[in-house]
C-alpha cells in the first residue's frame, strides 16, 4: 500500500486554495456519477473521498510499514493490519455468510488459489518496494502530491493491461480454485480460525522485535485536522470504510481493476486492440462507456482527491519536480510490476489482500505469503539500486 512516514510538513495551517480545489473536484465527481448511475453511485465519491484522508493523515501502510518489519523488526505496522483483518472479519464473515446486509446482495472476493496469486503476489511485492508504495499507497500519495508517484501511477497502469494480456495462460497453471473458509468450515470456525491466525501473527511481530531490541515508540500527539493520526485509528476506519463500500457496491473494496480499465482505454486510443484478449472479451462496453460509470474508477478518483484535501488542511501539499534518475527507473519498473503482477494475482494488497482475507478466500492468504517474500526481495533490492534502505 503505503508509504508509512507522514509527508514533511510545509505549514500547520490549512491551505485554503487546495482545500477549495479539492472541494470543487469533489462536487465534480460526485455529479459525474450522479449522472451516469444515480444516487448510490455517487455516494462512492464521497466514500473514496473518506478512504483518501484516512490513508494520507493515518499514513496506513504496507510497503513501509512491511519494510521497516523485514530491516529492522519493528512489527507496529503488521499489528495494526491484523487489527484492520480482525475487525473485517467480523463484519464481513455474516453478511457473506447470508448473502445479504441490510436488505442488499452483497458477494465477497473468492479467487482461485494458485500459481497465478503467488506468482502475481510475489511480483506485486517486488514493485511495492521499488515503486515506493502499492495501490492504495499510489493513489494517495498521488494525491498529497508526490510528483514520483505520479510516474509509478502512470506505469503501475500500463503494467496492469499488460498483465491482462497473459492471464488466460496464468490461469491455465495449477490452482485450488476458489475456496471460501466460510464455506468449507462454516461461519464461526472460519471465523475463529482468522482471528487466531491475525493473533499468531501479532505475537510473532512481539517476538522478532523483542529478539532485535526494537525500542517501543512514542505515540506522537494526534491532531485531527492536521495529522498524523494514530496507525490503530487508521485501522480500524479503514475496515469500517470498506464495510460500507460492501453495502453501497455489494462487493468489497478493491483498486487494479480500475487501473486496468483505464490502461485498455489508453491503448485503444493509441490503436491497439485489447478486446481479442481473454480478459477483455466482453469488456467492450466498459471501454469504450464512461470511466465514471466503472465503481472501481470512481472510488480511485475519490481516494486522490480526498489525499488531495487532507493535504490541503493539513497545509502540506508541497509537490516537487526534482527527480533523478534512480527516482524516475525504479519508478518505472515497480510501476510496471505492480500492475502486471496485481492482475495475475486477482488484484493487489487491498482487493486480494485485505478485501480476499476479509471474503474468507485461501486466496488472500496466499496473497499474503508470496507478496511478503516479494518484499523481502524488494527490500534487498533497494540500496543496491540507489534507493534509501529504511
Known sequence: MIQSGNMPATSRHPDLRVVAAAGAILIALAVMAFLERGGRHALLVPLGAALGVVLYHASFGFTAAWRRFIVTGEGRGLRAQMVMLAIAVVLFFPALSTGELLGERVGGFVMPAGVSVLAGAFIFGVGMQLGGGCASGTLFTVGGGSVRMVVTLVFFVIGSVLGTAH??????????????????????????????????????????????????????????????????????????????????????????????????????????????????????????????????????????????????????????????AVDIVTAVIGG???????????????????????????????????????????????????????
Open 167 to 324: 492471464l488466460g495462460w496464468w490461469l491455465d497453471q495449477p490452482s485450488l480454485g476458489g475456496v471460501s473458509f466460510i464455506r468449507l468450515l462454516g461461519l464461526w470456525p472460519a471465523l475463529l480460525l482468522n482471528l487466531a491466525a491475525f493473533a499468531g501473527i501479532c505475537i510473532l511481530t512481539v517476538a522478532v522485535e523483542r529478539r532485535r531490541g526494537v525500542a517501543p515508540q512514542q505515540p506522537a500527539a494526534t491532531d485531527w485536522l492536521l495529522g498524523p493520526w494514530p496507525v490503530m485509528a487508521g485501522a480500524v476506519a479503514l475496515a469500517l470504510l470498506n464495510f460500507v463500500t460492501l453495502y453501497l457496491a455489494h462487493r468489497p473494496w478493491g483498486i487494479t481493476s480500475g487501473f486496468a480499465l483505464w490502461g485498455a482505454k489508453w491503448f485503444t486510443m493509441a490503436g491497439i486492440d485489447v478486446t481479442g484478449w481473454d480478459y477483455w472479451r466482453n469488456g467492450r462496453a466498459a471501454i469504450e462507456g464512461s470511466v465514471m460509470a466503472d465503481v472501481t474508477s470512481v472510488m480511485n478518483f475519490g481516494i486522490i482527491a480526498g489525499a488531495f484535501l487532507a493535504s490541503g488542511l493539513a497545509g502540506k501539499f508541497n509537490p516537487s519536480f526534482r527527480l533523478s
Open 336 to 390: 510496471l510490476l505492480l500492475g502486471y503482477g496485481a492482475r495475475l494475482a486477482f488484484g493487489c494488497n487491498i482487493g486480494a489482500f485485505f478485501s480476499g482475507i476479509a471474503s474468507g478466500s485461501l486466496h488472500g492468504w496466499f496473497w499474503l505469503v508470496s507478496g511478503f517474500a516479494g518484499n523481502i526481495l524488494g527490500a534487498w533490492l533497494r540500496p543496491r539500486v540507489g534507493l534509501p534502505k529504511i
